[in-house]
């Protein structure tokens, strides 16, 4: 079992950034892949963006070019840089992995993401 806590959301203008973190618990972070997904009010959680232990990403088309994930194994922990937010991108975003497996499903609690326009 991975805690997971993120931290960083907040109320932002349009054409803004942010950036989320979001602190594992344990010894096995730089061995397990990472994931941010949101869910915007009334709609279904989607995958945002995905980093492998090695470092290799992928993302949403949503948020390409915009959105930035990366990680410091020395600090546990796995960020989600968002520039030239838009207010589509409102929602809670929440921090995910596997695990050591890739079969286990550890969430945190989520961070509210809000952008005016």
């Known amino acids: 079992q991975v805690q997971l806590v993120e931290s960083g959301g907040g109320l932002v203008q349009a054409g803004g950034s942010l950036r989320l973190s979001c602190a594992a618990s344990?010894?096995?972070?730089?061995?397990?892949?990472m994931d941010w997904y949101r869910q915007a009010p009334g709609k279904e959680r989607e995958l945002v963006a995905f980093?492998?232990?090695?470092?290799?990403?992928n993302y949403a088309d949503s948020v390409k070019g915009r959105f930035t994930i990366s990680r410091d194994n020395a600090k546990n922990t796995v960020y989600l840089q968002m520039n030239s937010l838009k207010p589509e991108d409102t929602a809670v975003y929440y921090c995910h992995t596997k695990g050591v497996t890739g079969r286990g499903d550890n969430w945190g609690k989520g961070t509210l993401v809000t952008v005016s326009s």
């Open positions: 344990g010894s096995i972070f730089r061995i397990i892949a």
């Open positions: 980093i492998s232990s090695g470092g290799s990403t």
